[in-house]
């Protein structure tokens, strides 16, 4: 059975840091990767999202990298803002797992002034 | 980028009545709609998994008879929490997967229905 881990579960920095949320993965037989953000009492905005063939996503301030064999993902916020406060979930879905997103423990974001 | 719609966003019921929760892909058409549960600061649970025209899926553990799960169309899906008590009592929240042949598959999410059964 997949598991997906997140760590840190709660993050504080001040505005402008770089910061790194990290995902592990169970079963490295995935077919791809989505972080998400979801803000409180809110659904998700998909972020950024890695096939299993590709190594790194870049998005603005985000960038996301994979490395299957490890079991691994980061997701790197460049110059944080308050707004990028928030819950980032990581999921993945697994080859053949016929689409089912199996969902991470998430990380807690707030960016302070 | 696409649209999914969530109604209602929030729902007060009493203990024993039903509740229906749609959700409508509105401009694509979705082969294949998720429902997840949320319970406070945890992450998210998919209860089932729903094709347009066949039964939904449901997830180990989940009860099909309490959560009905109808999907009629290529832009609609209804969660229905039948008799619902206090214990069912979380966030849902359903995503709809594109159609779009070719590209990765990607799912859009709604903005979640808080249900509270008093």
């Known amino acids: 059975k997949q598991e997906v881990t997140q760590i840190p579960a709660a993050l504080s920095v001040p505005e402008g840091e770089n910061l790194v949320l990290n995902c592990s993965f169970t079963?490295?037989?995935?077919?791809?990767l989505q972080w998400f953000r979801q803000d409180p009492g809110k659904g998700l905005t998909s972020l950024l999202l890695?096939?299993?063939?590709?190594r790194e996503q870049t998005s603005g301030r985000l960038n996301a990298s994979l490395d299957k064999s490890s079991g691994r993902s980061t997701l790197y916020i460049a110059a944080s803002q308050p707004g990028d406060s928030a819950t980032y979930l990581c999921?993945?879905?697994?080859?053949?797992?016929?689409?089912?997103?199996?969902f991470g423990t998430g990380t807690q974001l707030k960016v302070e002034l | 980028g696409a649209v999914v719609s969530q109604h209602p966003s929030r729902v007060i019921c009493k203990s024993g009545t039903s509740v229906k929760i749609e959700c409508r892909s509105l401009d694509f058409q979705a082969t294949t709609m998720f429902w997840y549960r949320q319970f406070p600061k945890q992450s998210l649970m998919l209860m089932a998994t729903?094709?347009?025209?066949?039964?939904?899926?449901?997830e180990q553990g989940v009860e099909k008879d309490k959560f009905l799960i109808n999907h009629a169309s290529l832009t609609l899906s209804t969660l229905t929490v039948t008799s619902a008590h206090p214990e069912d009592s979380s966030f849902y929240i359903c995503?709809?997967?594109?159609?779009?042949?070719?590209?990765?598959?990607?799912?859009?999410f709604g903005a979640g229905t808080r249900l509270s059964v008093l």
């Open positions: 995503s709809a997967r594109s159609k779009l042949a070719g590209g990765p598959a990607v799912q859009y």
């Open positions: 079963d490295s037989a995935i077919y791809n």
């Open positions: 890695i096939q299993s063939s590709q």
């Open positions: 729903s094709n347009e025209g066949s039964k939904a899926t449901y």
């Open positions: 999921a993945v879905i697994l080859t053949g797992g016929g689409n089912k997103l199996t």
